[in-house]
């Protein structure tokens, strides 16, 4: 998924569960589960899509919005921001297996992946832009949710 829906769910565990040592591998497990369900993706001549210049501005206005999240969690919750962002990114910090990848490929060299890569894989049965809508839902829901949370 993208990284702005696993900051949004992360933020939700860290405002919702108040024990840290609780919410923070909840945080990281939210990672997998929303990996499993349906999302975007484009599998399908994968390398030339990582190396386009489309996906390199859709990655920059997904860590773009991540910043902003964090900025307005710290501006509306001054009790808790900390545990919040922080949960926020460990539920979103997975996703930098791809960072190795993303620089190789962008180099042209040879990615030969790890055995957590092959498993952030496994669990992404359904990559497709038709997923879109799943993010789009999935963004507007867990959206509400935080800002009704943090507005309480
Ligand atoms: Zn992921």
């Known amino acids: 998924m993208t990284a702005i829906n696993h900051a949004l769910t992360g933020a939700i565990i860290g405002l919702t569960i108040t024990n840290p040592f609780l919410a923070i591998p909840i945080a990281f497990i939210s990672h997998y589960f929303l990996d499993s369900l349906p999302h975007f993706g484009i599998t399908k001549d994968n390398d030339k899509f990582i190396r386009s210049k489309g996906f390199k501005i ?64 496994f669990i992404q049965w359904f990559e497709k832009p038709i997923g879109a809508i799943v993010e789009v839902i999935w963004f507007i829901a867990s959206g509400l949710i935080l800002f009704e949370l943090l507005l309480k």
């Open 58 to 121: 859709f990655l920059s206005l997904d860590i773009s919005a991540c910043i902003i999240l964090a900025l307005i969690i710290f501006l509306i919750n001054t009790r808790s921001y900390l545990i919040v962002i922080l949960c926020a990114f460990i539920a979103t910090s997975p996703d930098l297996v791809n960072l190795k990848r993303f620089i190789l490929v962008n180099k042209n060299k040879v990615f030969k992946p790890g055995i957590i890569y092959r498993f952030s894989a």
